[in-house]
Nanobody, 124 residues
């Protein structure tokens, strides 16, 4: 399976973006999906994850209340709605297919397939 992330761009602080992650060559239905980001000069960090059914979601403290993760299994797609964006949200956003569950999804080694990333730039 391959993952294609899109929807990034340049936005002013306080604005919104919606990222999409489309899977091809296989189904994401039975897997968790996650989003990570990497700011310039920093390590990649967990942003959000959603279990296979969509019933459970997880967020980094830094994005709680501002970001919403969702998925449409019939469309083989996961989303990340980002509102009230801040300059510190700037980075490359990656989607990934998760093989773990629960708070294990906060770590990179619980993911086996990664998308190529989409750039998000928030101007202050």
């Amino acid at each position: 399976v391959q993952l294609q992330a899109s929807g990034g761009g340049l936005v002013q602080a306080g604005g919104s973006l919606r990222l999409s992650c489309v899977a091809s060559g296989g189904s994401i239905r039975d897997y968790a999906m996650g989003w990570f980001r990497q700011a310039p000069g920093k390590d990649r960090e967990f942003v959000s994850a959603i279990m296979w059914s969509g019933a459970r979601t997880y967020y980094a403290d830094s994005v709680k209340g501002r970001f919403t993760i969702s998925r449409e299994n019939d469309r083989n797609t996961a989303y990340l709605q980002m509102n009230s964006l801040k300059a510190e949200d700037t980075g490359i956003y990656y989607c990934a297919r998760g093989t773990g569950w629960g708070k294990g999804l906060f770590v990179e080694n619980e993911y086996d397939v990664w998308g190529q990333g989409t750039q998000v730039t928030v101007s202050s």
